[in-house]
């Protein structure tokens, strides 16, 4: 249904810690669901397959960089990608049926120099990204056909990788604390996404790490629900926020096996998920029908 990336670039604003909670509530919600990690710090990777199975997939050289790198070459055909998804992600019950996972790797900082090396003959950033303009369609169509929702976790930067999923995606959510230095990080995303000519949409900003002593989180969410300046920039926020709460960040500690999605985040920030989740289900739906009208009206 969706391809959506989750990114800002302000660092520490929980893009990973949001993002794998929402995979995980919409696989759990009965959504093919696929997290890619396309952060060289691997932590949603690892939050999801834990440090064992994400060390397998380095060593058999099957994450996202090792696929960025199979897309370069001409033979490349669609029926590759399962070789880079990890099925039965996350520690709920085991691993959820529906959750898969395209780990990052820390070699992907280092991507366009591995390719020169290799002789593919894409000696630059701008080669690669004019090349994968042309191959961005293969991998859109696969996501779309084999996915309902794929979510994808970026580094606080536009890294080589951000570039291509911007190419990719159909939308963007922008998880921010309400306080002026996410915002502008916010702020110089947008930015950067219209100087660069990138035709994607904003889904929504998400109010994150939020307290409620904070008087400057009230003011933030107060001016930006009026569209005051420069807060009438950014993607119009999600209803759902989500509170700084130590139940969230302990839902991330390693062997916790909890049984359930609610036993995970306990019942009250699980329903809290439900809600975002919700929320991006129906601007997602909202979204397509929009993009389809266009479309046919385009060919009339
Ligand atoms: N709702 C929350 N309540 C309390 N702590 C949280 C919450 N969400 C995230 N955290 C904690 O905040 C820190 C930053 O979160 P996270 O790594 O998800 O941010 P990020 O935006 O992905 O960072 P980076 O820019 O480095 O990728 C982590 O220590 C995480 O456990
Ligand atoms: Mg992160």
Redesign the pocket.
């Known amino acids: 249904m969706s391809i959506l990336l989750f990114v ?1 670039l ?10 794998v909670a929402v995979a995980e509530c919409l696989a759990d919600s009965g959504y093919r669901t696929l997290l890619i990690d396309a ?1 060289h ?1 691997c ?1 949603s990777g690892e939050l999801l397959l834990g440090e064992g199975r994400l060390l397998n997939c380095e060593r058999k050289k099957s994450t996202l960089h090792d696929l960025l790198a199979a897309m370069l070459d001409d033979e490349f055909r669609s029926s590759q990608f399962p070789h880079y998804v990890i099925p039965n992600a996350s520690d709920i019950g085991g691993g959820l049926a529906r959750l898969s996972v395209i780990p990052c790797s820390f070699r992907i900082d280092d991507f366009s120099t591995n390719m020169a090396k290799a002789r593919r003959g894409h000696q630059s950033n701008d080669q690669f990204l004019a090349f994968f303009r042309n191959r961005r369609e293969v991998m859109r169509r696969w996501l779309h056909a084999n996915y309902d929702f794929t979510i994808v ?1 970026c ?2 930067s536009i890294a080589l990788q951000v570039k291509v999923f911007l190419m990719v995606a159909d939308a963007f959510i922008v ?1 921010s604390i309400p306080d002026r230095l996410s915002v502008r990080g916010s702020l110089y995303l947008h930015e950067r996404i219209q100087a660069q000519g990138i035709k994607i949409k904003g889904m929504g900003t998400l109010w ?2 939020y307290r409620d002593q904070n008087k400057m989180h009230h003011k933030v969410i107060e001016a930006t629900a009026k569209g005051v300046e420069p807060y009438n920039q950014l993607p119009r926020p999600f209803g759902t926020v ?5 139940a ?2 302990e839902a ?1 500690e390693p062997g916790r096996k909890p049984k359930t999605f609610n036993a995970k985040y306990t019942p009250p920030f699980a329903k809290l998920y439900h809600s975002l989740s919700g929320e991006i289900v129906q601007r997602s739906q909202w979204q397509r029908a929009e993009s389809n009208g266009a479309a046919v009206a385009a060919n009339v």
């Open positions: 800002n302000k660092g520490g604003v929980a893009k990973t810690t949001n993002a952060d710090q932590m976790d580094p606080p998880p994150s790490l989500i509170p700084n709460a130590a969230i960040a991330t």
